[in-house]
């Protein structure tokens, strides 16, 4: 007997790019509730610790902040009538608290610095699975370019065979742009800070209540919350936001290098790389796709669009928006899902992903050798001057796609050429230029 599932419950069926990771977990409605919760109690323990309120307050007000006891289902129904899922938690987390304290609830904030500051704890629990996750992936491709340090490819430009350089070099490349991510996102997360304003930022409030140190009553609650102290109350002055969406726009970016390349290079007529598992096809017996780099490649395309909308919300009016900050909700946390899936995604391509030295051996001579047409160029100019030189091999590179034959060999015919040596410089695998080095130095970032 199969159970249905509860209606409108998202299972991200439709998301296979994040669906069931930790990222699903960390960002969903109970991850939201919770974070809300967490704020609501901090701020009540941030008032104890200056006196503002009892002790007694922040211990009954964190002892019944407790998921479990509150219906999602419920405060979802009543979020319309307020424009927000804090107006209604509150009257359900004071009632829950009781007559005695209930009133010490949510005192002197709006539901702006409890959503706000919620929206930033579940930013930065997410943003740890994705460093962990950029931090596999990295180890991974790191491992993959030492190894292949010097194994030969074609390099391609503009789709075309350009001139030869190394895997390891390739793989080099990528783990610089993963750790590009790691670095963007670890800077933004250590700096997402909590949010305490009161109803139109000035904390009024909190100093009608007996504050007395705006900055004291807000590096107060940063603490008591685990985020940064912001300068200023920032409703409406929305870098952390636009931050989030910029190093997860990044990383989205980055990721989709990655994939692309793996698409790329393990087309089945190129065959240079295979994923360790492929995904199979409902009408096709022998597929093998590349669906983790296929996953990858539909996040990176998805998220500059969301961060599009998250820096359109920095054009936020008055000292509280209508609508500014409403909309940055949804595509907040479908970016943090992408990334959070395509880092995961990610961490497993790398660790799974099988090389083809042969392959690329093979590839290396699809154009009968006019991949090393840069070096012969280089090379024989000295011997032949520089206007025969490029006269000769742009002859002969005709005659090697019209004839169907190896560049060496029509070289070997040229009389000009006797006692050159043609077997070395046609070697496209003597033509790696620094890529070695390149690859060294590029593994000594950690």
């Not at 998921?67 to 009632?95: K, M």
């Not at 005192?107 to 919620?118: L, P, V, Y």
């Not at 190894?147 to 075309?160: I, K, S």
């Not at 002859?395 to 050159?420: C, F, I, W």
């Amino acid at each position: 007997m199969t159970h249905a599932s509860p209606p409108c419950a998202d299972t991200g069926l439709l998301a296979p790019e994040w669906g069931l990771s930790g990222a699903a977990s960390e960002t969903s409605d109970h991850a939201y509730l919770r974070a809300m919760l967490d704020a609501e109690a901090a701020l009540t323990r941030a008032q104890a610790a200056l006196g503002l309120v009892p002790a007694e307050a922040a211990t009954a007000v964190t002892e019944a902040a407790v998921p479990a006891r509150f219906g999602i289902r419920s405060l979802a129904a009543r979020t319309p009538a307020g424009g927000n899922p804090v107006i209604p938690l509150v009257a359900d987390l004071t009632a829950a608290v009781g007559e005695e304290y209930g009133p010490y609830v949510h005192r002197g904030a709006t539901s702006q610095d409890i959503m706000d500051t919620a929206t930033m704890l579940v930013a930065v629990r997410t943003l740890e699975l994705v460093r962990a996750d950029l931090d596999r992936t990295g180890r991974a491709l790191a491992g993959l370019a030492a190894g292949h340090r010097d194994t030969v490819l074609a390099g391609r430009t503009l789709t075309q065979h350009a001139v030869p350089t190394t895997f390891g070099l390739k793989a080099a490349g990528w783990r610089s742009l993963v750790l590009d991510a790691r670095d963007r996102i670890t800077r933004v997360r250590d700096a997402l800070p909590a949010q305490l304003g009161g109803a139109a930022g000035t904390l009024a409030a909190f100093q009608a209540y007996g504050a007395m140190d705006p900055a004291g009553l807000t590096r107060a609650y940063a603490r008591e919350v685990g985020l940064a102290a912001p300068a200023l109350p920032w409703h409406t002055l929305r870098t952390p936001a636009a931050d989030l969406a910029g190093c997860l726009a990044f990383a989205a970016g980055a990721l989709g290098k990655l994939a692309v390349d793996v698409l790329a290079l393990s087309r089945t007529e190129t065959g240079e790389v295979s994923e360790g598992s492929g995904g199979g096809s409902s009408a096709m017996p022998h597929k093998a796709n590349p669906v983790r780099a296929t996953l990858l490649a539909a996040a990176a395309r998805r998220a500059p669009q969301l961060a599009a909308t998250l820096y359109g919300c920095l054009v936020a009016e008055d000292e509280r928006p209508a609508g500014a900050w409403h909309a940055e909700w949804e595509p907040l946390r479908d970016l943090l899902r992408l990334v959070g899936g395509a880092a995961a995604h990610a961490a497993e391509l790398a660790e799974g992903l099988r090389v083809h030295p042969a392959a690329m051996r093979r590839n290396l001579g699809i154009t009968r050798g006019l991949i090393v047409s840069e070096r012969l160029s280089a090379a024989l100019a000295p011997v032949l001057g520089r206007a025969r030189a490029k006269e000769l091999l742009t002859e002969l590179a005709r005659r090697a796609h019209s004839e169907d034959r190896p560049l060496r060999e029509l070289l070997g015919e040229q009389e000009e050429l006797k006692g050159v040596d043609l077997d070395d410089l046609g070697d496209p695998t003597h033509y790696t230029g620094f890529a070695g080095v390149l690859t060294d130095r590029a593994l000594e970032r950690p």
